[in-house]
């Protein structure tokens, strides 16, 4: 199980490491719509189209990456002060109680919502070059999954310290 948890910890990183390469991305094409609106007065017609794309991207693929650096808030005012073997124990719940069911659920619910957005090649109205959007929507139901494979490896972490057969320290 543990070579499982590795391999499911190792997508996480690897789309952390291949999305972090969308930041790039993104400042070029923000400093380039600065440079051309601000030094030439002539602003670009995809550079808000294009900002909120990278960045939704960068948010939905990178939700998996940043569970895995344990990156989400989380109130632990009394969680920290319990053992190990508590903490699992209340992760272990926890997750089956909301985390699987809300992000499953979201995952489901996304699947036929970007699946009309490919069959009718919707396209945005917010900008008048009216850049496709399908793609870009696409991208959610994956952040979704990798958020829910990350999930997965982190409640079996968990259950291996519930039942004695992971690591005592957190």
């Known amino acids: 199980m543990k070579r499982f948890v ?8 690897w789309s952390g490491r291949v999305v ?3 930041v790039l991305v993104f400042t070029l094409t923000l400093g380039w719509e600065i440079v051309m609106r601000y030094v030439f007065n002539a602003p670009t017609k995809w550079a808000f189209d294009t900002s909120y794309m990278l960045g939704g991207t960068y948010f939905w693929l990178g ?3 940043t569970s895995l650096k344990k990156g989400h808030v989380r ?3 009394f969680y920290r002060k319990f053992s190990r073997r ?3 124990l209340i992760d272990v719940c926890l997750t089956l109680l909301f985390f699987f069911p809300l992000w499953g659920i979201l995952l489901y619910r996304l699947i036929p919502y970007v699946y009309l957005s490919w069959i009718t090649q919707e396209r945005s109205m917010q900008g008048y070059w009216m850049p496709v959007l399908y793609p870009f929507k696409t991208v959610m139901p994956v952040g979704a999954a990798l958020l829910l494979l990350q999930g997965v490896a982190d409640f079996l972490r968990s ?3 519930l039942v004695g057969r992971g690591e005592e320290r957190a």
Do not use: F
């Open 6 to 13: 590795r391999i499911l910890d190792s997508v996480s990183e």
């Open 20 to 22: 972090c390469w969308l």
């Open 63 to 65: 939700v998996g990456y």
């Open 75 to 77: 109130i632990d005012i």
């Open 86 to 88: 508590a903490q699992a």
């Open 159 to 161: 259950l291996c310290v």
